[in-house]
């Protein structure tokens, strides 16, 4: 386990450089998550680290696979400056213990939900899990054990949460691109959704 968080914290700082913060959060029953800010202009990257170190398992799974399984880590971006985005860091660490406390097994495409603002003033309560590969590589492991895959989270207004419901995760993503949504504007509003 400590063996593979190390290369995941590796794989982070090749693509974001040296975090300038972090903080641990422990959960009862579950495995320490870290959250490592970085730092990039006027953008701010958060990345959860911890919550690879074990397997998702379906939750309909009678034993869980202590190697099989989907691995990822969690990365939200926005932009620097307009919002006291920090207190993100605990309902960050709630959604990458989701695995470990809920037997979620996080995707593309999911929507998770802290029930309460991502951060002070926040519109938000609820992200998007969008594709990986596009901020930070996925990093391979040894067979048997599947790629660690680093989610990009995009975050939702209530509204938007429950247009996704009845719509689906593509079809909210193609709004937020014709309309030209900054989604790491963390005071942005609601997409028209009309």
Known sequence: MAEILALVEARLRTAFGEPDARAAVTF????????????EGDLVRYATLGMSANPMTDPTAVVADPVRGPRAELVLTVRAGLA????LLRPLAVLAASPQVEGLVVAPGASLDVGEPLWEGAPFSSVLVAEPGGLVEDLELDDPM??????????????????????????LQERWLARGTDLRDPLRSAVALD
């Open 146 to 171: 599947e790629a660690v895959r680093f989610l990009p989270l995009l975050p939702m207004t209530a509204n938007e949460a429950a247009w996704k419901r009845v719509h689906g995760a593509a079809a």
């Open 28 to 39: 009862l029953g579950t495995d320490r998550i870290e959250v490592l800010r970085f730092a």
């Open 84 to 87: 006291d985005t920090d207190k």
